[in-house]
């Protein structure tokens, strides 16, 4: 049986939140929360976005993420994303505990330019 590793605690037509417990089998050798952990968080926080949107696929597909590591992510994280732009470009930020953003990943449609709100 798979298990789940996130967490939907909200979800509105403004913004989705995930949380993920650092649990170790999403730790790497240096007990911090995996990279792979980091992204699959960002992407379900997408999907949950996705949903509350019309005419938008609720999957990744043809979506190209950039991704800034801003310090070593432990513990309880929680993810945010929101759409920043009206060609539907979306951010999501991950916090620790402490509200510290530990990582930001953009998500953006494949040849698509941006056009910001």
């Known amino acids: 049986m798979k298990k789940q590793f996130t967490e939907l605690c909200s979800i509105s037509e403004r ?7 650092g649990k170790p089998r999403v730790k790497n050798h240096v007990n911090t929360i995996h990279a792979g952990a ?10 949950a976005k996705l949903k509350t949107e ?15 590591y801003k310090k070593p992510a432990r ?3 929680r993810a945010s994303t929101e759409c920043i732009t009206q060609s539907r470009d979306y951010l999501t930020k991950i916090y620790d505990n402490n509200e510290i953003i530990v990582v930001e990943i953009t998500a953006k449609k494949s040849g698509q330019e941006s056009v910001h709100v």
């Open 38 to 47: 980091l992204f699959t968080l960002a992407q379900q926080s997408l999907i």
């Open 75 to 77: 513990g309880l994280l």
């Open 15 to 21: 913004q989705s939140q995930l949380v993920l417990e």
């Open 54 to 68: 019309t005419n938008v696929p609720t999957d990744t597909k043809g979506f190209c993420f950039t991704i800034f």
